[in-house]
């Protein structure tokens, strides 16, 4: 359900619906084991804990003179119902206007079956933009979303719309993507996105010189950092994310995809301390964190 009116600029903001890591933090190996060492995790379970993440996901809000909201989602993951318990009413987010997709692994599209609430209950259907590869890939594990003819009956089914992207520049809702190809470990690409002067990217492990052009100039970087020292193959260690950002020179940086190694409050403290030395502004966003931008 597309948002009337006209963009009213000044008011946008995106908002953080999840900043973890597929299996999320707390880990419930962590919370079940009386010998684990992870402060992180039982924190994570506080009320209010900064440690708490759910699988990485944006919310854009954008205002519009009529007075409505309109609402640009990018992943849908394992814990979006979750995310959107949270959220939702906080940002009074009614509808979803459109998802856009950054690849099909399961912390990315692993909700797409919880939309049948919006499309049964709030609005009539619901356009996903995603990869040719990645509708193959949403039609082997949500067959039934993709051909409503396979459904097996029950509550219904989300009402979805597929549209098809390329690495070509894109219009959602009067808003544009560029989309940002990343290597998402060896020999698999993942998408993230330019919008305005925002760089989404949120799985990465390595940045070619092309996309690096694209994401130039940004004012603000938001970056995939799965925790400290140890590589991974398919992720940004935090070392790595930083180097990223000295290569790309955003005006601001905020780290996600952050695994059970990374305390909130002692990693940006360090990471602080690169504001004074190299005048690097790069921090760990958190869920609920809401970032004012122009669009």
């Known amino acids: 359900m597309t948002a009337s009116g006209s ?6 903001r995106i908002i953080f619906l999840g900043t973890g890591t597929s299996e999320g933090v707390p880990r419930v190996s962590c919370l ?8 992180v995790c039982p924190d994570a379970i506080r009320p209010g804990s900064l440690n708490r ?3 990485t996901s944006l ?3 954008r205002p519009m003179t009529d007075g409505s909201t309109n609402n640009i989602v990018i992943d849908a993951g394992k814990f979006f119902y979750e995310s959107a318990i949270q959220w939702f009413p906080k940002y009074s987010v009614s509808s979803i206007d459109a998802l856009v ?3 099909s692994h399961a912390d990315a599209v692993g909700g797409l079956d919880d939309l049948r ?3 049964n209950n709030a609005q009539e259907s619901l356009p996903i933009y995603l990869r040719e590869s990645d509708y193959e890939a949403v039609g082997s594990l949500f067959f039934y979303l993709v051909d409503r003819n396979r459904q ?3 509550g219904g089914v989300a009402k979805i719309n597929f549209n098809i992207i390329d690495h070509k520049p894109f219009s959602v809702d009067g808003i544009e993507f560029v989309p940002l190809p990343v290597e998402h470990g060896p020999g698999r690409e993942s998408f993230g996105y330019r919008f305005a002067d925002v760089s989404y990217i949120s799985d990465a492990s390595s940045i070619s010189h092309e996309t690096s052009k694209l994401i130039k100039g940004s004012k603000l970087l938001v970056l995939d950092a799965l925790r400290p020292e140890r590589t991974h193959g398919t992720h940004f260690t935090v070392e790595e994310a930083v180097d990223q950002v000295r290569r790309l020179h955003p005006r601001r940086t905020l780290l996600t995809d952050a695994t059970h190694d990374i305390d909130h409050k002692s990693v940006n403290a360090e990471l602080a301390k690169l504001n004074d030395s190299e005048g690097l502004d790069i921090q760990y966003a958190h869920d609920g964190l ?4 122009d669009l």
């Open 53 to 55: 993440r759910r699988n």
């Open 32 to 39: 079940t084991n009386p010998e684990s060492k992870c402060t």
């Open 117 to 119: 609430d919006w499309t």
């Open 7 to 12: 963009p009213d600029a000044p008011g946008s």
């Open 59 to 61: 919310l854009i809000q």
């Open 152 to 154: 097996s009956g029950g």
């Open 101 to 103: 997709i950054t690849h």
């Open 290 to 293: 809401t970032i004012a931008v």
